[in-house]
């Protein structure tokens, strides 16, 4: 299956995989370090387990960035 | 407005400019601008905001000037240390340019001070360190209907992008603060002195366009980059109908903030 993460071409071996699985897969340690948009609208955290992906999908994801101040 | 002789040298190279030129140089000294937070990001923001000659420039910021802020927060210098970072700040924006009006606000931006500072200002910076602030900040904008750009530094990579009222907040983006822990600080992972610089310079120039009224502002995306690889990447969204403040069903009517993270308080 071919996806798209951060506007990068994937391809994944596997037809069952959940969005929860690929950003493990791209190195966020927890999902709570991000936020997720799948084929550009966000999506809930409670759902990156249970949302399975398709051909072509699209999955974009950022960090929570602080800094500045202190 | 007539320009003096001075000022027409000062701001040469803006009057040259297409897209700035007199129109947009006059809307730059009538701009009011306030900065929050006169740390790594706040600091490159007020450096050019002041040569531009943005008419009127707030700072707030509760803070000193430690040693371990050299670094990065470059409108500092080591004879500064343990002087309050708003002083510190608004003597370096007059030594550049004598023009400018300098507002200090020696405290926290907090929900009982946040629309009486923010109301006085027609673009807010957000330059703050810690999660509860930068919601609060949105909230404020959002609810005060202020445009104003978020900026986030984290090692060697920032992310930025601009609120105007209509666009998407930050709150759409993120829905809200992550638990404590979950995200490290800039104390506690690092950060590459010039990142702050990077990403404090692209704030300066939304805030300086916004001014003149010129370019596409950074709304409904976020510009994220990661200095190691030196590569820039655009996340588009619209906004969130889910967003708790802006969205279909808002839940938060009142400004809030969430409780500070002890380690961020230092
Ligand atoms: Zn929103």
């Keep these: 299956m071919n996806i798209k993460i951060n506007g990068k071409e994937s391809a994944i071996e596997s037809t069952q995989v959940s969005v929860a699985e690929v950003l493990k897969a791209n190195g966020v340690q927890t999902v709570e370090m991000v936020t997720v948009q799948l084929n550009g609208a966000f999506i809930a955290k409670e759902q990156l387990e249970s949302t399975l992906l398709k051909e072509n999908d699209q999955v974009d994801f950022l960090y929570f960035m602080g800094g500045g101040s202190i | ?266």
């Design chain 2, 1 to 266: 407005m007539n320009f003096t002789e001075e000022q027409i040298e000062r701001y040469s190279r803006h009057l040259i400019l297409q897209n700035v030129g007199v129109e947009g140089q006059q809307r730059i000294m009538e701009g009011k601008v306030l900065v929050v937070g006169a740390g790594g990001l706040g600091s490159p923001v007020a450096l050019y905001l002041a040569a531009a000659g943005v008419g009127t420039i707030g700072l707030i910021d509760g803070d000193v000037v430690d040693r371990t802020n050299l670094q990065r927060q470059v409108i500092h210098f080591t004879a500064d240390l343990n002087v309050p970072k708003v002083e510190s700040a608004a003597n370096k924006i007059k030594l550049i340019n004598p023009e400018v009006k300098v507002n200090t606000y020696k405290t926290l931006l907090m929900p009982d001070n946040a629309f009486e500072i923010i109301n006085d200002y027609d673009f807010i910076i957000d330059g703050t360190d810690n999660f509860p602030t930068k919601f609060m900040v949105n909230d404020a904008c959002v609810m005060a209907q202020k445009p104003f750009s978020h900026g986030g530094i984290l090692r060697f990579e920032g992310q930025t992008m601009t609120y105007v009222p209509g666009s998407a907040c930050y709150r759409c983006v993120f829905g809200g603060p992550p638990p404590k822990d979950a995200v490290p600080s800039c104390s506690q992972a690092g950060v590459l002195g010039s990142i702050a610089g990077m990403l404090g310079t692209i704030q300066a120039t939304e805030a300086l366009k916004y001014l003149v009224g010129t370019g596409d502002l950074l709304t409904n995306r976020m510009l994220i980059f990661d200095a190691l690889k030196m590569k820039f990447r655009e996340v588009n969204f619209t906004p969130n109908k889910n967003c708790k403040l802006c969205g279909e069903h808002p839940e938060i009517k009142t400004l809030e903030m969430e409780e500070m993270p002890a380690c961020d308080l230092h």
